[in-house]
């Protein structure tokens, strides 16, 4: 059986060495659709029960980035601010990613009152992608699932952005409160209960606000070429991993022992789904 930390495309780099910086006041924009259960969650602690209502993510509207200049440029969860500041650190090589930081950060610090208090990281690649390839790792999974490593802390939540065939949302419930997360595989729960019928397709270029309810994936490409994909994340606690792009900028040491992916040790649910637990029958 492949190891899920196999299938995880990276390469070990750091920038910002310089980097511009951008403060961000909390000052009132627009937050569409207003109902959207994302924004009244945002900022409350993880709970599974979220997986039995399913919710699009919150589509902000289109934002143009000129990625020309960033082929082949690889950047994974790079923090750009630290708990207690209100201002990001933009290393100068993701310049170009401006408009898109700045359209997020000001959502997020008028949405998230805690914003201070979070960390924020970006992702961003522009790579050649094969057509029937994905660009990141294939299949429905969510980001920020609080399992065994850490105790329950607030919710993360991200913004995506991409140059063509947005992620694709999988709006459907999903019953996972019966799982140990320290034995059960909740990707592979996913799968297994996801309809294709209920998965629709993210627009090219707009930003999506998701949570980590929201099951999603990356899309299979029709034709081959070049892709970008953008996210900014915002955590109440540090993004841990050794896979991280480091900010020479940030004055961190962001030096991460290595660790046992959790998921390479989690096989699947074998059993029924407890119908009752959840109220309804099978
Ligand atoms: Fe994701």
Request: proline residues 7%; glycine residues 6%; charged residues 25%.
């Amino acid at each position: 059986m492949d190891r899920y930390s196999e299938k995880v495309k990276y390469e070990q780099n750091q920038i910002g060495e310089t980097v511009t910086e951008l403060l961000f006041e909390s000052r009132w924009v627009s937050t569409p659709f207003p109902n959207n259960p994302l924004w009244r969650r945002m900022g409350a602690v993880f709970d599974p029960e979220h997986f039995l209502y399913p919710s699009p993510p919150v589509d902000l509207g289109k934002v143009d980035i000129d990625v020309g200049s960033l082929e082949g440029t690889r950047v994974l969860r790079c923090p750009i601010k630290k708990p207690g500041s209100r201002t990001v650190l933009l290393p100068t090589e993701l310049a170009p990613m401006t408009p898109f930081v700045r359209f997020v950060c000001e959502t997020e610090a008028f949405a998230n009152q805690h914003f201070e208090e979070f960390w924020c990281h970006i992702t961003f690649e522009n790579t050649y992608v094969e057509a029937k390839k994905t660009q990141r790792v294939a299949g429905w999974h969510v980001d920020g699932f609080q399992g065994t490593r850490v105790a329950r802390h607030r919710a993360e939540h991200s913004y995506l952005w991409a140059t063509s065939k947005g992620a694709e949302f999988c709006l459907q419930p999903f019953f996972v409160s019966h799982l140990d997360p320290t034995r059960h595989n909740l990707f592979n729960t996913l799968a297994e209960q996801a309809q294709e019928v209920n998965s629709y397709q993210g627009i090219a270029r707009h930003v999506y606000l998701i949570d980590p309810y929201i099951v999603h994936r990356s899309p299979w490409m029709d034709v081959s070429g070049q892709r970008s994909i953008a996210r900014i994340t915002f955590t109440e606690t540090e993004l841990e991993d050794p896979t991280n792009t480091r900010n020479l900028s940030l004055g961190q040491p962001q030096d991460y022992a290595p660790r046992i992916d959790v998921r390479d040790r989690l096989s699947t649910y074998d059993g029924e789904i407890p119908w009752a637990q959840y109220g309804i029958k099978g």
